[in-house]
């Protein structure tokens, strides 16, 4: 087995990131959260936001959702959605497509979309319309469709299967959230797209967190650009870093193709109490 990135820090929680050892992680872990994208944009080895919570569970569903098998896309029954955004909600209707008739034959119910109540008006309005993608809220039949969306709020904790993740906020363009997957021992969590975000450290403040999943999409020189489009960069994540007092394994996300060995540098350069590194696709993550 082939270990990246494995440490302990001073919280005394047990982290481990894994290049995928499904089989080994899901002993030494109950949970396991694998990568299927994390890159700001498409191009060959990069894919966009996505994550498979166990096996039933996706947060985000970016373009690293077209690696999974058919019989892993069949088993998942939730999808949450950070925000409306392209590269984080383009798979959900090819994944409907494809998993209905496997669904229907094993009466399987609708895979519940959940997203804040903006989110879900934006994808019925320009996604779902019957002229982006067919409604999946309505098919194969309205009685049994493929999709079902569920509004969510911050701070609401939803328990799906053995999952238990809260909703953050997160502070974009668009309405956005972020994600808190529960472990037993502390928390897998994931930031979504955000710049600065006083709300999210003054909730982190009492969650034990293990790991976190933190976007920085642009260089410093493109601060402005940052700036405008509600994202981060270096200069700015160590100033959002700061406000989590507890030394944490960082994971860098959401950070444009090419550009990975540019922002890592900054990054690295940063002076900071937490342990960071890039995240890669096809990572496989234990939830302590
Ligand atoms: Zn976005
Ligand atoms: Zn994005």
Known sequence: MRRIGLRRPASGLSIAAFLPTPAASRQAFPMQIRVLGCSGSIAAGSRTTSFLVGDHVLIDAGTGVGDLTLDELSRIDHILV???????????????????????????????????????????????NGIIWPDFTRLPDV????????????????????????????????????????????????????????ALWQRLASLPVATLV?????????????DVSRHLCPSQLAVE?????????VYITHIKPGEVDAVMTEVRALSTRHHIQALHTGQVMGLP
């Open 82 to 128: 950070t925000h409306s955004h392209l590269d984080h909600v383009l798979a959900i209707g090819l994944l409907a497509d494809s998993v209905t008739r496997r669904r229907r034959a094993a009466q399987r119910p609708p895979i519940r979309v959940h997203a804040l109540t903006a989110t879900i008006d934006a994808l019925r309005q320009h996604v779902f």
């Open 143 to 198: 009685v049994n469709p493929m999709l079902q969306f569920s509004a969510i709020t911050v701070g609401q904790v939803l328990e799906l299967g053995s999952a238990r993740i809260e909703v953050l906020p997160a502070s974009h363009t668009v309405p956005a959230v972020g994600y808190a997957v529960l472990g037993a021992a502390g928390a897998w969590v994931f930031t979504g797209d955000t710049g600065p975000n006083a």
């Open 214 to 226: 933190i976007e920085t999409a642009f260089r410093d020189d493109e601060h402005a650009l940052a």
């Open 241 to 249: 870093l700061a406000q989590l007092t507890t030394p944490t394994q």
